[in-house]
């Protein structure tokens, strides 16, 4: 039999939380806690990334096909910034990976992954680059037309 952590996490975090408030420091899985620690910082970086390809996704999708724009994708650009900036709030360091130019490339290819799977080849000649910064595509107003 494996121990606590890997049979049972979440009876495992319940331990280690009792243990902590206990002051029992000694029985305290210290690798496990440290790396359960890191995994927060990882989820919340991945959720960032998640809902600005979703953003950015829409944007694109509004550009370039603009024959099929309409109020849901209007509503999904609003949630996907109202969210993004609740996330910001909530864990202020995220907020230098919007001027981070890997992590905006990364969003970029999520983004054209996403629409051009929904888009059933009506996309086409997108750049290889993201021609807004994810600091444009969060500002309230920001809807890309053709000259974008």
Same mark, same amino acid.
Do not use: C
């Given at each position: 039999?494996?121990?606590l952590y890997e049979d049972d996490v979440i009876a495992w975090a319940e331990q280690q939380a009792a243990l902590l408030r206990a002051g029992r420091w000694a029985l305290l899985d210290i690798d496990n806690i440290a790396e359960e620690i890191e995994d927060v910082g990882k989820s919340e970086k991945r959720e960032l990334r998640h809902r600005m390809a979703v953003l950015v996704e829409h944007l694109?999708?509004?550009?370039?096909? =603009?024959g099929r724009r309409g109020s849901?994708? !209007?509503?999904?650009?609003r949630v996907q910034?109202?969210?993004?900036q609740k996330l910001i709030r909530k864990t202020p360091s995220l907020k230098p990976?919007?001027?981070d130019a890997e992590f905006a490339d990364e969003v970029w290819r999520d983004a054209?992954?996403?629409a051009l799977k929904e888009a059933e080849g009506e996309i086409e000649n997108l750049p290889d680059t993201? =021609?807004?910064t994810l600091n444009q595509a969060? !500002?309230?107003d920001f809807l890309p037309t053709a000259e974008d």
């Amino acid at each position: 039999m494996g121990n606590l952590y890997e049979d049972d996490v979440i009876a495992w975090a319940e331990q280690q939380a009792a243990l902590l408030r206990a002051g029992r420091w000694a029985l305290l899985d210290i690798d496990n806690i440290a790396e359960e620690i890191e995994d927060v910082g990882k989820s919340e970086k991945r959720e960032l990334r998640h809902r600005m390809a979703v953003l950015v996704e829409h944007l694109i999708k509004w550009r370039w096909q =603009p024959g099929r724009r309409g109020s849901s994708w !209007l509503t999904t650009i609003r949630v996907q910034r109202i969210d993004i900036q609740k996330l910001i709030r909530k864990t202020p360091s995220l907020k230098p990976m919007m001027a981070d130019a890997e992590f905006a490339d990364e969003v970029w290819r999520d983004a054209v992954v996403l629409a051009l799977k929904e888009a059933e080849g009506e996309i086409e000649n997108l750049p290889d680059t993201n =021609p807004w910064t994810l600091n444009q595509a969060m !500002l309230p107003d920001f809807l890309p037309t053709a000259e974008d």
